[in-house]
């Protein structure tokens, strides 16, 4: 499912709450208010500042970059299965037509 926010309004987001959270009692204090303020839900924006803490190296979890690799090398994987099914397919049928046997 496509992001209905773009990069720059996500790393503003970001930015935001991290400049902002010394002025909040919590960093969901910070969060909420960032939130509504950019009319945003306060969940999706956690959830934004978490994968930013991975990606930064300061919480343990799969980085921005490794999830999309993974991403990328399954659907190659993908392709490549069916690849592989296809040529076992046709690999099959010239062997039918080449067996002398089965021309009768």
Do not use: C
């Not at 190296?57 to 999309?68: F, K, L, T």
């Amino acid at each position: 499912m496509p992001s209905k926010y773009d990069p720059e309004t996500r790393a503003k987001a970001v930015r935001l709450v991290r400049e902002h959270r010394e002025d909040y009692p919590s960093e969901w204090a910070a969060i909420t208010a960032v939130s509504k303020r950019l009319g945003m839900n306060a969940e999706t924006l956690r959830n934004w500042i978490r994968q930013q803490q991975v990606d930064d190296g300061d919480r343990d979890g799969v980085s921005s970059e490794a999830a999309a690799e993974i991403r990328a090398l399954k659907r190659r994987n993908a392709e490549l299965e069916q690849t592989i099914e296809i040529l076992k397919a046709a690999t099959s049928f010239f062997v039918r037509e080449s067996d002398p046997r089965s021309r009768r």
